[in-house]
């Protein structure tokens, strides 16, 4: 939900509607309905998590045992190794899945952007997995990596290795790294696949004149027209894979240990195992405004190379 | 065209690689479960049985039920936000009144919050107001969102504005320039709003994982975990085959409106 929002938010903003005679109140009623829904559902959630960040309660206590604690979560986040451990893993697992899913799927959008039999048919097969439900592909991972039977760990065999995957604390989570990338390659290379067809033909029919080879072709016209999706796509994963536990949480629990407790199955561990409302509220906070300073700061990095190109 | 077609063996090796779990998915539902971890691998069952699909349809634990509740949520769910986005994006687009501009900031800025932020106050909230551990739990945020109100405001904003004019200018009331002239040309928006909100409601685990405990009200994906046992034993065969039931009604969606789909996909970022 987040990612369209910061995707069209600049182009939004720039144009406004044109203005129409005021027809007062009647408009006011066509939006009535969607922002009843939206104060309901999500403003008046959204100022509770932020004053929830500022207390202490939990299910036990119940409404009555409500209390502020001024920024004592905050000073408690700070000095809690399971939050320090759970940022950690989380970057771990940003920094490797989000930078190989992109390329993997640039490379796909540049090979199925190419004439070649069946390719609307490889389009819809890469694509598949991002649109099956995370419980199904969760269960069929998890068997598949079965250490001792499963078919990856025959296919692996072959190579000599044997890695335990999710009965392993030091494969468990390059599991769900394996997993990350083989849903979302189908969709980046979906993505290029539109962008690199609004590629501006003329510059390469003039640097074929030129005589350039391909890579200069792709480093000169192709990487730079494709900066801001690359840019788009960066933001998309990174906050998808932050913000999701619905995989942690039914495949590993965190585990084994607390080898993939990352910061949002944290969370939903404090939030929804403990109950600790107040502390979960102020740790999804701190993640939220921790991700949305990385994607400010991406975005300022994509305006400076667009200025200096 | 022909002379690259070799391009297309790396690839199309790649594919079947990304397709093996899918294969294996639909092989171990059609086996019996002693069959499932055999080395090598049997890719075509032997014996070839339905059985798992009669079970997870018909058995004590049937998925059916939970279908049903994913049918009956993911259709409130796109119908509401579909009625209530298109309008409320009509209306920032195309009518003009006071703070209007305001209040899309507003709406802009609530868009960048994610989903899971909010999990901790709907649970309270859903628990005070005796909606916890409810469909409508799941329903009611999906019918009233941001993001959809923006994909329509973005629609309509680049329709002219003339037509309006005109129909105002012949006496039609603002209801009659919304349904008669504005409305009809949405269609496509519309529908790629609809898959995307079909495809949310249908795959969300999340939501209804933390909003729903009670194993008669859960929806289709919390109810393929009804095949692990207390140990965390998965049945492989039965979770199978309901797995592959659990995808089957957004591969319809996929394959016959496939153009619509990958462009509502990849025009919005959202999963």
């Not at chain 1, 939006?31 to 932020?50: Q, R």
């Not at chain 1, 009555?64 to 950690?88: C, K």
């Amino acid at each position: 939900m987040a990612t369209a929002a910061v995707a069209t938010a600049s182009a939004v903003r720039t144009e406004k509607a044109p203005g129409i005679k005021p027809r007062g109140w009647i408009g006011f009623l066509f939006i009535a309905p969607n922002l009843l829904g939206v104060i309901a559902f999500t403003l008046i959630p959204l100022i509770s998590v932020v004053v929830l960040a500022f207390t202490d309660w939990n299910l036990v206590s119940g409404l009555g045992g409500i209390t502020f604690n001024g920024i004592d979560n905050f000073v408690a986040i700070a000095r809690d190794p399971g939050f320090w451990h759970a940022i950690g893993l989380t970057l771990v697992y940003v920094v490797v899945s989000v930078p190989l899913t992109v390329v993997l799927g640039l490379a796909l959008g540049i090979a199925l952007n190419r004439p070649l039999p069946g390719r609307a048919v490889l389009r819809a097969i890469f694509f598949l997995p991002y649109i099956v439900n995370v419980v199904a592909i969760g269960m069929t991972w998890l068997m598949l990596m079965n250490p001792k039977a499963g078919l990856v760990n025959q296919v692996l065999d072959a190579f000599g290795i044997r890695p335990g995957w999710f009965a392993s604390s030091h494969w468990a989570l390059p599991a769900l790294i394996v997993m990350a990338i083989w849903g979302g390659v189908g969709y980046c290379s979906l993505i290029y696949l539109s962008a690199l067809q609004d590629a501006p033909r003329q510059l390469y029919e003039a640097a074929d004149i030129d005589g350039a080879s391909a890579w200069a072709k792709f480093r000169v016209i192709t990487w730079p027209s494709l900066l801001p999706t690359t840019i788009f796509l960066l933001v998309t994963l990174i906050i998808g894979a932050s913000q999701g536990f619905g995989l942690i949480a039914l495949i590993t629990a965190g585990g084994p240990g607390d080898s993939t407790t990352t910061i949002s199955y944290y969370m939903y561990q404090t939030g929804f195992q403990f109950y600790r409302f107040g502390y979960a509220s102020a740790i999804g906070l701190v993640t939220f405004v921790g991700v949305l300073v990385l994607t400010l700061l991406t975005w300022r990095a994509q305006r400076g190379r667009a200025l200096n190109e | 065209m022909s002379k690259k077609w070799w391009w297309g063996i790396p690839l199309w090796i790649l594919a079947l690689a990304f397709l093996a779990p899918f294969a294996w998915m639909i092989s171990t539902a059609l086996k019996p479960d002693v069959d499932a971890y055999k080395i090598p691998m049997q890719w075509i069952p032997n014996p070839f049985q339905w059985d798992n699909f009669t079970t997870v349809l018909t058995g004590a634990t049937s998925v059916l039920p939970a279908f049903g509740r994913s049918i009956f949520v993911a259709v409130l769910r796109v119908a509401g936000e579909l009625i209530t986005a298109t309008m409320a994006g009509y209306a920032f687009a195309r009518m003009s009144f006071k703070g209007r501009d305001k209040l899309f900031l507003l709406y802009l800025a609530t868009a960048i919050i994610p989903a899971q932020l909010l999990l901790v106050p709907r649970f309270i909230y859903f628990q005070k107001l005796g909606l916890y551990d409810t469909l409508w739990a799941l329903i009611l945020p999906g019918m009233f969102t941001v993001l959809g109100t923006f994909l329509m405001r973005q629609f309509f904003i680049s329709q002219p504005a003339e037509f309006a004019e005109a129909a105002r200018m012949d006496g039609a009331n603002e209801w009659r320039v919304f349904t008669r002239i504005y409305l009809p040309l949405a269609t496509p928006v519309m529908s790629a709003l609809g898959i995307l909100a079909f495809v949310w409601s249908w795959n969300d685990y999340e939501t209804p994982l933390v909003l729903i405990s009670n194993p008669d009200r859960y929806t289709l994906p919390l109810s393929l975990t009804n095949f692990v046992d207390e140990q965390g034993q998965i049945a492989p065969g039965l979770t199978m085959a309901a797995s592959v039931i659990s995808i089957v009604p957004v591969l319809i969606v996929f394959v016959v409106l496939q153009r619509r789909f990958i462009a509502a996909m990849t025009h919005t970022g959202i999963k």
